[in-house]
């Protein structure tokens, strides 16, 4: 699974650094490194729904305030499927 934050101005001011930083912590609370590869992206053109996230190429909007349940809900059952 491949996990892409965007880093592009708008979402980096939306809080991607601390999503990047959230999810690493919980890939490795999980023991996940072999299953998620998590990047950065530069800007994917919908800085309105930032911060953007794609799990597989599918768009995602998360916040600081969500990451954990996106986590849980997108991440971890899209591995568990
Ligand atoms: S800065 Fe993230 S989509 Fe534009």
Redesign the pocket.
Known sequence: MTVSI???????IKG?NQIITRLQQLVSEHDLEEKIRLQGL??????QS???VTVDDVHHSVSPDTVDEFFRNVILAGIEA
Do not use: T
């Open positions: 965007c880093i592009g101005s708008s979402c980096h991607s530069f800007c994917m053109g919908l800085c930032g911060v953007n």
